[in-house]
Structure formats: C-alpha cells, structure tokens
C-alpha cells in the first residue's frame, strides 16, 4: 500500500544516517544525564530537518508531511528525546504559525524557525488545564496596541531552549473555550521566564520546564488567529502533532522490536538461542505485526494531511494505536531480554521508559478515543 | 609471447607464482616466463632456479610510476595463454590497464586456480567484505588474475639457468612520482611473525595492551588488530591492522582477544594454521572461525595463558 | 575551474544478505546503496568544486536490480548524472563496466579535467573498474589515494601503499580512485534530497551506447557466488591449561 517516493525514502535514509552517526552514540548518555543533544540538534539544523515539511519560501525544505513523519520515526528509532525535541518543535510551534498566521509572522518567524535558527515550543498546559485544557487561567489583556499576559504554564517540551513560544491565554473569561487566543511569545520579551525543570522517567533528553509569564507584553500583531480562536489554533495543532507523536512512538515500537530480534539470536540458554523457542517465536511475529499495522495507521494520517483531506480521526487512531503499541512492544522487549532487560544500558530498559509518554501526552489515549468515538457516532 | 606470464613486485610472492605458474605452464603445454621491475633483478634470476623457462625485468625510468609499464607488459601478454600478478596495489592498477588494453576479463585476487578439462581456468574470490565466495571462469585468452602473496607455496629450487631480458619502458610525461616517503617499519613485520595475537575493542585501554603484548612475546610473535584499534582509536600503527583492506597474515597460531569476529577482520587470518579465540560473549562469531575457542574474560585469561604457555614453551 | 566526472555503482547492502541452509545467499530482501566507497569519491568531487569552481557529472552503470540511483547521487551535490542501464549489465564485471562507462563518458559527458573513482565497490571489490576506465579513455590513474590537491593544471595525489606513501603529480585529463579516509561524506540534506528531480538525467542502454555483442560477451563467465564458510575446527576449550596445550602443539 505504502510504497514511498524517491524523495522521501532519500530523506528516511538521511533521517536514519543523521540518527546512526549523531544520536546512536550518545543516545544512552543523553538518556543517562538527561543531557540535551545539543550537537544533533545543530545537525538536524543544518540538515534540514528542523522544517522538513515547510516551503522553501518559508526557509523549509519543501517535502511533505509524509516525509516529515518518517523522519521523525527514523530518529526516533535510535533516540526518543530527540524525536520528539523535533517533533514539537516542527508541529507544535511552526505549525500554527505556518497554518494561522499572517503573511508577516510567517515570514518574520518561519525562516528562522524552520532553518533551526529558532527553536519553538508549545505552551498549553497548565497546572490545572492538562486534558482539560479549556480551563486556562493565564490571562491576556489588551492594553493599547498590545496585549498583558500574566501565568504559568507546565511540562514544555523544549522549554528551556526555545526561542518561539505559542502561549495560549483567556482573553475572555465569560466565553469559556471561545476566549481563549493564541500568541506568539519571544523568549526574549520581558517577563519571560523558564521555571522548574521536570526530572523525568523517560525521555530525558527532551527538557522539560515550567514556563512562566509575568506582566508580558505580547504586540497584537503577534495574535495568532483572531482573539477566541486560541482554541481552534490549539486543537488543529494537537491533531498535526498527534501524527508526529505517533511517529515517534513508531519509532520506538520499532525500535523495541529489533532489539528483541537481536536478543533472540544472540542469548543461548539450554545450549541454543533463545530464538528456537516457540513460544518467543510467536511474540515477535506478534510484535512484527503490531509494528506493522501501526506503520500504516501513522503513515496513512499523514498522507491524508498531505492531500488536505480531514485527518483527525485518523491521526487519533495512529496515535492511540501507535502509543499503545510502543508501550506493548517495549515490555515485551525487557521480558524477552530477562534480568539484563532490568539494567541499565540495555536499550530495552530505556525503550520502556521513553515509551510511556506516547500513551500521554498532546492528548492522553482516553482523550484519542473521545475523538474516535465522537467521529463514528456522529 | 606466448604461454604462461607471472608478474610480480615481491620477491617472495615472484616465486610462489613461479611454482603455481609452472604447474600451469605444464598443463597447458607452454613456456613460463617470470617478469618483474629491474630493481628486484635478484628475484628474476631466482623464478628461473625455481621453475621460469625465462625472465623479463621491465626497467622503469626513474620517477615512473609502476602503471606506466602497461603498454610494454600487454605487448609481452599479447599471445600469452594466462597471465598471473601478485596483487600488490601497484600490480593491480598495472594488470587492469594490461587487461583493458587487451580486452580480457580480470580476476581480482583470486584465492585459488582450477583448470579445466578444455583449457579453461575456474577461479574463486571473496566478495560481499568476505562473506561470499564468487567462482568465475575464464576461457578467453589470455585468462588474467591477480594473486595475494602466500595464496600459493613456495616452490623447490632447481638447477635451471637462463638470460635476464631487460624491456626498457618508455615514460609518460604526464604522470611524475614527485616523492617516496618510506613507511617505517616499527617492530616486528606481524606477516613475518609465527604467532600474532589480535586485539579487538575488548581492550578497555590502550595500556591493556601489554598484557597481549606478553602472551605474543612468550610464542615468539607480534601482535595484530582490528580496523577500529588502528585506525579510530589509534592504539596500534596501521600496519598491525590485520583484514579485508589490511595486512593478511597467515601465522602457525592466531590469537584473536577480544575481537567479536567480523568477516572484515576474520578474512585477514584465513590462511592462519590455527585460531584460537578468546572472548566474554560465548556468541559472538569469532568462535565460528576459530579452531580453539575459551569463553572468558580477557583481563584474567591472557595472563593465565601467557603463564601456562611459558611452563610448556619455556 | 576543473569539470569532474565520478563514478559510483549500486550495491548490495551487504548487511541485509541472509544465508540459506546450503550455503546459497538470499538477496530477496536486500536493499540497495550507492557504495560506501563511491560516496568519498562523490564527496571529493563536490568538495574541489565547492572551492574551485567548475561542474560535477555523476555516472553509473547498472542492470535491471538498479531502480534508478540517480536522485540518490545527485542529492549527494553532483549537477548532472549520466546513467548506463540495461539488462545486459546485470552483475556487470569490471570489463563491461570499464568499457559501459567509458562509452557513456565519451558520448555524453563532454570534455573533462579529472575522474573520481572510489577504490573498488562495496560488494564484489574487484579494484579494477578505475584504472580500466582510464586506460580506455587513454588518460593516466592514480589509486589509492587519500589525499588529494587540485591545482591549475592537474593534481597531486599521495598514495598509501604498502611501502608507504608515493606522491604522484599528473596533469589534466587524469583519473584518480580514492581511499575512505580521504574525507568523510556528507549526509545529503533535505534541501539537496528535494533538488535533485531538479538537475538532469542523461540514460543510455547497451544499443545506445554502441556496445557490440562480441564486447557484452567477453566477460569471465559467473559461476554462482555462496557463503564463505568457516573449515575450523570450533572446540570449545575447556580450561586456560587446554588452551595452552594446543597452542603450544600448534608452535612446535
């Protein structure tokens, strides 16, 4: 079914030369200290892969969402943090400026952006608004020919590194979701502050803080969309994102199969591998085929976004099978790899501790079957 | 001229391809001549006490480079049955150039020679980084092969005599060697050496390197490598990196000590009598290509090795 | 300002060949690369143009197992590539892939200074193609070499061989095959992926290329390639004494 172009298998085959030589040897470090790949994320920069799927006119490299997608699973495959400092950054925060904004805040922030120059992050959730992420409480008021913002947001992926915020904020209070906008934020703006840096099960690459914003004044030409759009800009931006995540966890599922493979023809016990039991057998032919069916529910999202056909129900479904799937394989992974699937250095151990947040966040699996099911009963 | 040619630079390898070349000079009923560069003069007379009907030394002009001999050569190799070359990187480039003059196909360093019933030659070689072995045949005249040093034995010396032809090779003014910078040979040549103990990235550090270094010392041998010692980590100088693209070496007993066992590395000791292997991970491929194999860690085994090897070799 | 030409060819990806129980091997599932050796070859060419100017033909040769290698090279930084497909070239030998290449330059490339060549390819590594193709085109060669300096006129390449190292000066036109540890090759960015279905294809098959069934047929005849297998004896020692003791039988 899915037979890619010339072009995207080239960019599968950069993403995966780019992950063999930058990312697969500090990988376990990274993990380890939770360090932030600084050199892979300058690479992925100059490769080209921080706008992988923007126009060249916007300083991307024009290529489709598909080939962004593979990407992101190729990295993924050989470090999780780095996936997914990409994946924010390309659909979480160049997404809605290349989707909603304006010609001049596209073209005043996308080439940095999508060049590597800039990095971007996502500020959405809050203290209290994680699924429920209408009740905002940061505030944003019109003041002049700008706006006020004052609050707090939690667990932004890239915070303490990125140049480009999208904040969302109640501009008004009596609308409920209807008052919440978008904004365009610099960290460079007064009153912009990284806060606590989460230390986290996996994933740790990825930094992850606390983003704080007091007495902020954002110009109102930095409004993403019109005032009590926010939501609208949230959501169409998590269900873009939802498909890289799914890539991600793609990724790792993939990853979490080939390690087991490895495992099995290499550990003998009862003096022959591992691989010669049945029963293993079965769970990576299981294992084989959950990746598998997980590939083409990713891939198919992401080429339905390609031809602007409505995606979102499809990209919920990858992203819950996907995330699921991951979790699943990586178990298995450590069961297959018995005692030394405990240690650390094994990449099962990682693997199952990176994959956990797939099943979490840019909408939890709970909030992925809401949106199946209101789709199928309509 | 024609019958059978061997070309060599080595006078080693001259020889060996003397004795196979006699043999099949003799198969197919002709004459033997063995050429060499005029400065292995010594070599040339020597193939004719070991099997050389004849002897040719091309002499060179100075600043040449070996490949300029391709036009004299491929008129020596015109009529000839079969023509042989040690496969040194200079003979090489030389044999494909007499090869394409003379639109013949070429085997490249051919691991062995199969006559045939109707005068062709079956011949194998390694491929895929020496994961696969490809047979060939030639038929067509001549048949041309390139030959690693030590693929065949050396031959016995007999009384035969003859004349030393000199072919003056005319330059090629574009091409000029401006310099020679020798490599400098630091310890033992491991090719030379009746044991070699290969070290692999088992080694924690280069200082572990002394312990191979005292198991080589009690069996009166070198110590080798594998690619990434040399040349990513730069323990060793290059030529103790013994594999695909490095030194062959064929010892009376090669220990490979921490070395997982890659076709690249492995292909390099073939020709080794016995391989004995040593490693922690009881899978890994090395013990596949060894004759002995210890399951163990490097840090305690070496010295229990060198210790019990000095009791029975003193 | 030197117009280059270099040549690749289009592998197995030798880690993906499975072995059979009898010893046969299975590409079914193999993928296929440019060879490793041939990127440091590319990656010299794009390098000397970067600096000096001038253009960079890529040209390859292959049969029915090439699905078309062309954006792959050209993402690598070529302007142009010339391809030599037929069927007749399948697991072509060094001869007709000399002889292909050497045709495809002469009706298709236009006047050149220098060609790269990496020093044999990743699957067979016979060694041969490079300085084969600079006999047929009756220009010098010079292999093995990993360090190369491009002046006005010509080159000057160091050779590592075993003696050392001879550093050779040639003139333009010449051919030069490369070491790996020459330059390390660039991972194609995204922006040179999406440019190369941009830049022109030149393919020419065997009739075009005016090659004559008496030079399709002078090749060595293939016989099968299998597994190399390992004839030792595969003890497992049971002890460092055991061990001494056939080592020590071996030496005497």
Redesign the interface.
């Known amino acids: 079914m899915f037979t890619l172009t010339?072009?995207q298998e080239?960019?599968r085959?950069?993403a995966r030369?780019?992950a063999a030589?930058y990312c697969a040897p500090i990988a376990a470090e990274v993990d380890d200290e939770a360090r932030w790949p600084e050199e892979s994320v300058a690479a992925m920069a100059?490769?080209?892969?921080m706008g992988?799927p923007y126009p060249?006119k916007y300083g991307g490299?024009?290529?489709d969402y598909l080939s962004y997608t593979v990407a992101v699973e190729e990295i993924s495959r050989v470090c999780a943090s780095t996936g997914v400092i990409l994946s924010a950054h390309v659909s979480l925060a160049c997404w809605p400026i290349y989707h909603f904004g304006t010609e001049e805040q596209k073209l005043k922030y996308l080439p940095d952006m999508a060049s590597g120059a800039k990095l971007g992050a996502f500020c959405l959730t809050e203290a209290g608004a994680g699924t429920d992420a209408g009740s905002q409480t940061t505030t944003a008021v019109l003041d002049g020919d700008s706006y006020i913002l004052n609050g707090s947001k939690v667990f932004i992926t890239n915070g303490d590194k990125a140049d480009v915020f999208i904040v969302f904020a109640m501009t008004d209070k009596s609308k409920g979701t209807k008052g919440i906008s978008a904004f365009i934020v610099e960290k460079a703006f007064p009153g912009v502050a990284v806060g606590k840096h989460e230390r986290k099960m996996g994933i740790r690459g990825a930094h992850t803080t606390e983003i704080l914003l007091r007495d902020v004044r954002v110009p109102a030409a930095n409004r993403l969309g019109k005032e009590g759009e926010g939501f609208k800009v949230a959501m169409a931006t998590l269900d873009g994102g939802r498909v890289g995540i799914a890539a991600q966890a793609l990724g790792i599922a993939q990853a979490a199969l080939d390690e087991s493979i490895k495992w099995a023809k290499e550990r003998q016990q009862f003096g022959k591998p591992i691989a010669a039991n049945q029963g293993l057998q079965f769970m990576i032919a299981d294992m084989a085929t959950q990746v598998q069916a997980a590939r083409h529910l990713v891939y198919h999202a992401a080429s339905l976004k390609d031809e602007g056909k409505p995606y979102s129900k499809e990209a919920s479904m990858a992203k819950l099978f996907a995330a699921e799937t991951a979790m699943q394989q990586a178990i298995k992974a450590v069961q297959i790899h018995g005692g030394y699937g405990y240690i650390k250095g094994t990449t099962a151990e990682r693997l199952m501790r990176d994959a956990k947040i797939t099943e979490i966040y840019e909408g939890t699996s709970e909030v992925q079957r809401m949106v199946i099911a209101a789709t199928c009963l309509k | 001229m024609p019958g059978v040619i061997v070309f060599a630079e080595q006078h080693s390898t001259l020889l060996e391809l003397t004795g196979e070349g006699r043999k099949l000079a003799d198969w197919l009923g002709a004459t033997l001549t063995a050429v060499t560069p005029e400065s292995n003069h010594e070599a040339a007379l020597d193939a004719m006490a070991h099997g050389a009907d004849g002897a040719v030394v091309l002499r060179l002009p100075a600043g040449q480079?070996l490949?300029t001999a391709?036009a004299e050569l491929t008129e020596l190799a015109a009529d000839a049955d079969l023509v042989l070359f040690g496969a040194?990187?200079?003979a090489?480039?030389?044999?494909?150039?007499v090869?394409?003059?003379l639109?013949?196909?070429?085997?490249?360093?051919a691991l062995s020679l199969r006559p045939q019933a109707d005068g062709a030659l079956?011949?194998d070689r390694?491929?895929?980084?020496?994961?696969?072995?490809?047979?060939?045949?030639?038929?067509?005249r001549p048949m041309m092969a390139t030959i690693p040093a030590r693929t065949f034995p050396a031959p016995a010396a007999g009384p035969r005599t003859g004349e030393v032809r000199v072919i003056a090779v005319a330059a090629?003014a574009?091409?000029?060697?401006?310099?020679?910078?020798?490599?400098t040979q630091e310890g033992t040549d491991i090719a030379e050496a009746?044991?070699v103990v290969g070290v692999g990235r088992g080694m924690a550090k280069a200082e572990d390197l002394a312990l191979a270094e005292a198991l080589a010392g009690t069996?009166?041998g070198a110590v080798g490598c594998t690619r990434p010692v040399a040349?990513d980590l730069g323990w060793l100088p290059e030529d103790r990196y013994i594999g695909?693209s490095g030194r062959k070496v064929a010892p009376?007993?090669y220990?490979a000590v921490g070395t997982s066992g890659q076709?690249q590395h492995v292909?390099g000791v073939r020709d080794a009598?016995?391989?004995?292997a040593?490693n922690k991970d009881e899978n890994a491929p090395i013990?596949?290509?060894?004759?002995?194999?210890?399951?163990?860690d490097l840090y305690t085994?070496l010295p229990?090795?060198t210790a019990?090897?000095k009791?029975?070799?003193g | 300002m030197p117009n280059i030409i270099t040549c690749y060819k289009w592998v197995?990806d030798?880690a993906d060949?499975k072995?059979e129980g009898n010893g046969a091997?299975n590409f079914e599932r193999a993928g296929r690369k440019i060879s490793e050796y041939d990127r440091n070859a590319i990656e010299a060419a794009v390098q000397i143009v970067e600096t000096a100017g001038g253009s960079v033909t890529a040209v390859s040769l292959g049969g029915p197992e090439v699905k078309?290698p062309a954006?792959?090279g050209l993402?690598r930084g070529p302007d142009k590539a010339i391809l030599a497909l037929d069927p007749r070239f399948a697991e072509a030998?060094?001869?007709t892939t000399?002889l292909g290449l050497a045709r495809a330059i002469g009706s298709a490339a236009g006047p050149f200074d220098l060609i790269l060549c990496g020093e044999g390819s990743?699957?067979?590594?016979?060694?041969?193609?490079?300085?084969?193709?600079?006999?047929?085109l009756g220009?010098?060669?010079?292999?093995?070499v990993n360090k190369l300096t491009v002046t006005a006129t010509g080159v000057?390449a160091e050779?590592k061989?075993?003696?050392?190292?001879?550093?050779?000066?040639?003139?333009f036109p010449?051919l030069v095959t490369v070491l790996p540890?020459l330059n390390k090759p660039r991972?194609?960015?995204?922006?040179q992926?999406?440019g190369?279905?941009k830049k022109p294809v030149v393919v020419l098959d065997a009739a075009a290329l005016g090659l004559t069934e008496a030079?399709l047929g002078?090749?060595?005849?293939?016989?099968?390639?299998?597994?190399?297998s390992?004839n030792?004896?595969?003890?497992?020692?049971e002890s460092?004494?055991a061990?001494?003791?056939?080592?020590?039988a071996?030496?005497r």
């Open positions: 010339e072009e080239l960019i085959n950069t030369e780019f030589q100059e490769l080209g892969l992988v060249d490299a024009g290529a | 480079p490949e391709a040194t990187l200079r090489k480039g030389l044999a494909a150039r090869a394409a003059r639109g013949a196909p070429l085997a490249a360093e079956e011949v390694m491929v895929y980084g020496g994961g696969g072995i490809a047979t060939q045949l030639l038929r067509t090629d574009r091409v000029r060697v401006v310099a020679q910078r020798p490599r009746p044991a069996m009166g040349e695909i009376r007993v220990v076709v292909s009598k016995v391989v004995v040593i013990f596949k290509h060894a004759d002995y194999g210890l399951v163990g085994a229990a090795l019990e090897l009791k029975l070799l | 197995v030798e060949i072995v091997l078309n954006k792959d993402s030998d060094g001869l000399a990743g699957d067979v590594y016979g060694q041969q193609v490079g300085p084969r193709l600079a006999e047929l220009i010098p060669s010079i292999t093995f000057v050779r061989l075993e003696d050392g190292v001879e550093v050779v000066e040639a003139d010449v540890d991972i194609p960015g995204l922006k992926v999406m190369a279905a030079e002078a090749r060595a005849e293939a016989r099968g390639v299998k597994a190399a390992s030792r004896k595969q003890v497992k020692a460092v004494a061990l001494a003791e056939a080592i020590a071996a030496l």
